[in-house]
Each structure stands twice: as structure tokens, then as C-alpha cells.
């Protein structure tokens, strides 16, 4: 016998609503209706009939926007945030994250996962690429799994590393398990969580793992192509030594390039590499914060946007941040620029976009989230924007949210019309617990590492 499911009808009733759409509309006086897992529509408050709703959750002095959207995170790496200070990339990688990461077992992999994913739902973040880890990759998934978070993670893919040589595997392995963990996960939880194929960058990984790996791709569509590229000098020194190349025209000449590749960085680029990026269609995650603890520069983010090129935005790792919220990275993407581009250069609007639709653009997901729009699922943020902004009406929202406002800022969290973090609370975690266990972690595998 069939089971006829019952619909659950939710109805938010915020203050406004700014929605991230084309016309970026800011609703007033509207309530938003959820069906199940999805936006069902706009209601103005007169036509609000209360008795058609399963539950209904009054916020008069909350702003409701999209989830924010993360496209380069390190889950794996939030366990070592403070302990890799004061490095270049790839001393900071060498000595410290590297050695870390090698050191993880799957205890400690657990309670970095936990760590990150509790403070990016707690700043509002809803949707993340990952780059995974070499090894216990399924970890990250059974955590991004329990955590309701939507995304994509894949194992950070290394078959070779003069920085620390045991830190690999080989080609083969590393293929076979990439294939094998897409097979496993892509899609899984009713597509919230897909695959995001991961060499970790061009100096960790041979041709043949690079090249093959863009095949593989092809046995999983909707996947992504997740790298970093020309973050460090001394980095894309190195690939001009080896390849005889910048790093963006070797990965073209690999055909590594299309719309489905995302690249972490991209500071250092030539015109003939930006001329690539954008006839390929490749997405640039811009990390501002990571770029400049680690000190290697200020991404040409407004020449990017002036070409077309899809730009959005990710905390990169705790260790080189030392924060996963996007308010930071909003902040700074747009202050770092303007002096050099002028104060009217990257408004708070366009920097809003990039953390909400155009992330979603970014990884492909811009028909299901980004936006608050009917029929995309109902990944929400609520914040109370009282104690940043005086504004009379909304003509200042995007500066409260972009520049003045932070993770304290926001309320509530729904993803896929669950409840993720309710007044500050989360339900998925018990932060004084995930902390402790974390801190025993480190502990132990510091002590691995001696
Ligand atoms: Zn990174």
C-alpha cells in the first residue's frame, strides 16, 4: 500500500526578505511560505491565512537572506587554527599543515570536521566545497553527512611531495579511491552532497594524476575539478622551473580548464592566464583573509569581474585564516581592494552576491540555492541586524550585512527547510563538547607527530 506523505507547511514572517535574485528584490511586509524542502512563495502579510500552516515562526525584527555559500574550505585543517603562524605557503605547508594532516587518524579527523562545520553553520554558511584529505576521506562525508550542510567534498588527491615525502600515495591508489568515494557519495542524501575531485596543487601531483583524474570527471557529472593555483611566488616559481610554464597555462595545456574547475587563489596571474580563465569559464574562489596572513598578495578580484570571470568566496583553512566565517571574507574582499581600485570599487552589493548566488553559480547549484526564490530549497539565513545598522529603511542593507555585521549577527539557520541553528543555538552540536573532544584530539596527534 502506498503511503500518501504529508506535506509540511512552514510560513517564516521576517522583518524583509533580500532575496539575491536578478532584480535583487528586498521584500517588505512578506512572509515565505515552505513547503517540505522548498521555497513555495512570497506572501504578503494581508493575505496570510495562519490556519494553512503547519508552523509558523514569527521574526518582526530579522532580515531573512540566502544561506551564504563557501567555495574553498579545509574541514580537515580546523583542528590546527593557530598553530601554523607567521609562514609563507610552502614553509607553512611543509612544516606545519602537512605533518598535521599526515598525523590524523579518524578520531581527529572527526573533530575537525565537527569544529568547522559547527562554525560555518553558526556564521550562516549553508553550502561549501571542501577539499578533502588523504586519508579517511569517508570521515568528512559521514560528518557533512550529519551536519544537514550541503556540498561537495573530495580526498585531497598527492602522489608526490618534496615538502614531506611521506605525505602521498601512489597514482594508482590515489585514482582507484578518488573513484571509488565518488561512486560511494556523488549524489548521495537526495543530491545534497556531491563530489569534488581534489589534486591538491600542481606541485603535489604528477601529470598522470592530474590528466587522469579530469577523466574520471566524466563518469560523475555534476562533480567539480577543486585545486588551488598561483596563491605564492615562491609556489608559481617553482612551476615555471618545472613546466616551464605559469601555473594556469600548464593546467591548460593539460585541458584541465572548463566550467567545472574551480581554483582556489588565483593572486599571481598573467593577462594571457586571466584570458584563459575566462574563455574556459573557470570559477576563482577568492580567499582574501588566507591571502593575506600567509602574505602572499591581493588577488586582482576587480579585473576578474570586469572580464566576466566567476569570482566567489571561502575561508580557506582555520590555520591560515585564523576565522570560518564569510563575514570576515566579505569584509575584506571589498576593503583590500578599494585602495587600489577606489572606494566606489567592489560595493557591498556585488560582495554579497558573491558569497550567496554567486557561489551557487559557481558550483552549478544556482537553479537550487544562492537565491531566495520559489522552487529553489529552502536554505535560509536569519539575522538581526539591530546592533549594526541605523538605517531607516533598506536603502544601507547590504553595507550592515557586508561591513558591519558578523556571525554574531546571525540568528537562525535552515537548510533544506530543516532548522540547522535556532536564537544562536545549534541543534546539531553541543559546542562545549565538540571543543573538549577536540582539544583531546589535537593532544593525541601532536603526540603522533614527536
Ligand atoms: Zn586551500
Not at 335 to 352: D, N, R, T, V, Y
Not at 386 to 406: P, T
Request: aromatic fraction near 8%; include cysteine; glycine fraction near 6%.
Amino acid at each position: 500500500m502506498n503511503k500518501i506523505k504529508k506535506m509540511i507547511k512552514k510560513l517564516l514572517v521576517p522583518e524583509r526578505i533580500i532575496c539575491a535574485d536578478e532584480e535583487n528584490n528586498i521584500f517588505e511586509e512578506t512572509a515565505l511560505e515552505i513547503t517540505n524542502n522548498k521555497i513555495s512563495g512570497f506572501i504578503p502579510f494581508e493575505k496570510i491565512n495562519r490556519e494553512e500552516y503547519d508552523e509558523i515562526f514569527d521574526y518582526p525584527s530579522y532580515t531573512l537572506i540566502p544561506g551564504f555559500v563557501q567555495t574553498h574550505v579545509h574541514l580537515c585543517q580546523t583542528l590546527f587554527r593557530g598553530l601554523a603562524e607567521e609562514l609563507p605557503l610552502l614553509d607553512w605547508l611543509k612544516l606545519k599543515i602537512f605533518p598535521f594532516e599526515n598525523a590524523h587518524n579518524e578520531d581527529s579527523l572527526r573533530q575537525s570536521c565537527r569544529l568547522g562545520l559547527n562554525e560555518l553553520l553558526m556564521s550562516g554558511t549553508t553550502t561549501i566545497l571542501d577539499m578533502g584529505t588523504l586519508r579517511h576521506q569517508q570521515i568528512v562525508f559521514s560528518e557533512m553527512i550529519n551536519s544537514g550542510i550541503r556540498g561537495f567534498s573530495g580526498k585531497c588527491m598527492i602522489d608526490q611531495n618534496d615538502l614531506l615525502p611521506e605525505f602521498k600515495s601512489s597514482t594508482k591508489d590515489e585514482l582507484q579511491d578518488a573513484f571509488q568515494l565518488a561512486k560511494n557519495y556523488h549524489n548521495s542524501h537526495y543530491g545534497r552532497i556531491k563530489y569534488a575531485f581534489a589534486p591538491r596543487f600542481v606541485l603535489s601531483c604528477s601529470e598522470k594524476l592530474l590528466k587522469e583524474t579530469k577523466e574520471i570527471i566524466k563518469d560523475f557529472p555534476g562533480s567539480l575539478y577543486h585545486t588551488h593555483s598561483s596563491e605564492n611566488i615562491n609556489e608559481i616559481r617553482e612551476v615555471r622551473r618545472r613546466y616551464h610554464k605559469e601555473n594556469i597555462e600548464y593546467f591548460d595545456h593539460l585541458s584541465l580548464l572548463d566550467d567545472y574547475t574551480v581554483l582556489a587563489h588565483c593572486v599571481h596571474t598573467n593577462q594571457t592566464e586571466r584570458k584563459i580563465i575566462k574563455e574556459k569559464s573557470t570559477r576563482v574562489a577568492h580567499c582574501p583573509s588566507a591571502n593575506l596572513k600567509l602574505g602572499s598578495g591581493v588577488a586582482p578580484i576587480p579585473d576578474y569581474l570586469k572580464e566576466g570571470i566567476s569570482v566567489s568566496l571561502g575561508a580557506d583553512g582555520a590555520p591560515c585564516n585564523n576565522n570560518l566565517s564569510i563575514f570576515n571574507e566579505m569584509r575584506l574582499s571589498s576593503l583590500i581592494q578599494k585602495p587600489i581600485c577606489g572606494p566606489e570599487s567592489m560595493s557591498a552589493l556585488k560582495i554579497f552576491r558573491m558569497a550567496t548566488i554567486e557561489g551557487a553559480n559557481a558550483l552549478h547549484l544556482n537553479k537550487e540555492i544562492g537565491s531566495i526564490e520559489s522552487g529553489k530549497f529552502a536554505d535560509i539565513v536569519l539575522l538581526d541586524l539591530s546592533s549594526s545598522s541605523n538605517s531607516l529603511d533598506d536603502s544601507n542593507v547590504y553595507s550592515d550585512i557586508v561591513f558591519s555585521s558578523n556571525q554574531q549577527n546571525v540568528k537562525c539557520v535552515m537548510i533544506n527547510g530543516e532548522w540547522k541553528v535556532k536564537e544562536n543555538q545549534s541543534s546539531i552540536y553541543a559546542e562545549n563538547e565538540i571543543i573538549a573532544e577536540g582539544k583531546q584530539e589535537l593532544g593525541k596527534l601532536l603526540k603522533r607527530i614527536k
